[in-house]
């Protein structure tokens, strides 16, 4: 593609994606919030609409005067498919353009490894069930949310701790092959931190977004792009090492800070200092009843948490740091944890932080993976 068409389609879905940030907003209006000339935003407005991707949704006014008229996404633009898979769970959804829910899938398994068969067939099954018992026509694009080491470029699989088997898993060309259809696969802190993209209407474009489960990993935006290392890894930061600890990882290492933060282990700490809990929502409850055990391994999990933020926050000087998790509504979670990152960083650095907790909602997943396919085909920014 050409510098100068590869330039007036990032805008012209730069027009999209103000409209569905901000629906029923006027022209003036999306110029205002696009800062694109009238002339841009009245061309790309016209090609939106014949292209079907957004409609006139109405007129407002003061009552004096011309009538300005409003616009939205059009649900009948087309539609996505997104995937979320573990080794004992897949999730699906099926979601028009306005990302209004067509169908919901969802399957648990009895089992806590899965070989790569196993993998594709669950999938297959999946988006079969979402084509076969919807209306699934127009589909543009299918999203996969995969949990472990992802090539997003080439879609593959790279390493999965669940994983019987240790080469790669090329899940975006399989699924092409069986389906024609788009695939796109990315990790869950990815995957997730693009919905947020997509979602907040807070204007800031330089963050981090940690995402903390089972392990824990980054994803920086700068610029209002999402950045990539080299070989498409990076982030992770659940296996940087955190002095004095010595658990055995999933990795195979020894002391990493998903050993300290993840939910696997918090709850495996708490059990054998005799605690009886079943998940990640018994600590949570715990701390609240001001379980002495349990705010301890809050303690601890605060410092390691809050000792590589802080190095983050301090190399990259974001506008902004979300952190989602399942704990995070722990009792004093996020105010002992402001409380070590200012103690740890320098305060002209992160006195300019502001700091976002969202609750990790896992009925989300599948719909994250679905805007994973739309911000593929349809966002403006690119990886850098």
């Not at 990076?234 to 296996?239: A, F, L, P, V, W």
């Amino acid at each position: 593609m050409l510098m100068t068409e590869k330039r007036k389609l990032n805008r012209i879905y730069y027009v999209l994606n103000t409209i569905r940030k901000y629906p029923d907003s006027s022209k003036s209006e999306i110029k205002k919030l696009s800062g694109l000339s009238m002339e841009v935003v009245l061309n790309y407005i016209d090609y939106l609409t014949a292209e079907g991707l957004i409609y006139q949704s109405g007129k407002s006014g003061d009552g004096v005067g011309r009538k300005a008229e409003n616009y939205r996404i059009n649900p009948n633009g087309c539609r996505f498919i997104g995937v979320k898979f573990t080794a004992n769970k897949v999730s699906g959804i099926l979601v028009d353009f306005a990302w209004n829910v067509i169908g919901n899938y969802e399957k648990k398994y009895d089992r806590t490894k899965i070989t790569a068969d196993e993998l594709i067939s669950s999938v297959f099954d999946c988006i079969d069930t979402l084509i076969n018992e919807n209306t699934a026509d127009n589909i543009s694009g299918i999203g996969i949310s995969a949990p472990g080491l992802v090539d997003f470029e080439n879609g593959v699989l790279k390493r999965y701790c669940d994983l019987t088997e240790t080469n790669p898993v090329p899940i975006k060309k399989i699924v092409e092959e069986k389906y024609g259809i788009d695939t796109y696969v990315d990790g869950t802190a990815k995957t997730k931190t693009i919905a947020y993209q997509l979602n907040n209407k807070n204007s800031v474009n330089n963050y981090v977004y940690v995402l903390i489960g089972a392990g824990c990993s980054l994803s920086l935006v700068h610029s209002d792009k999402l950045y990539s290392g080299e070989n498409n890894f990076d982030g992770e930061i659940g296996h940087i090492h955190i002095s004095g600890k010595n658990e055995l990882c999933s990795c195979g290492k020894r002391g990493c800070l998903e050993t300290v933060i993840g939910n696997n282990y918090i709850v495996d700490k708490l059990k054998a200092r005799g605690k009886n809990v079943s998940d990640i929502s018994d600590f949570v409850e715990l701390t609240h009843k001001g379980d002495k055990v349990a705010l301890e391994v809050l303690s601890e999990v605060v410092d390691a948490t809050a000792y590589v933020l802080s190095t983050v926050i301090t190399v990259c000087a974001p506008k902004q740091a979300v952190i989602c998790g399942d704990y995070v509504d722990a009792e004093s979670y996020e105010s002992m944890l402001k409380e070590k990152i200012k103690e740890y960083c320098l305060e002209d650095i992160v006195s300019y932080v502001r700091f976002e907790l969202i609750k990790n909602e896992k009925s989300d997943n599948a719909f994250d993976a679905a805007q994973l396919s739309y911000y593929k085909k349809f966002y403006y920014a690119k990886r850098t």
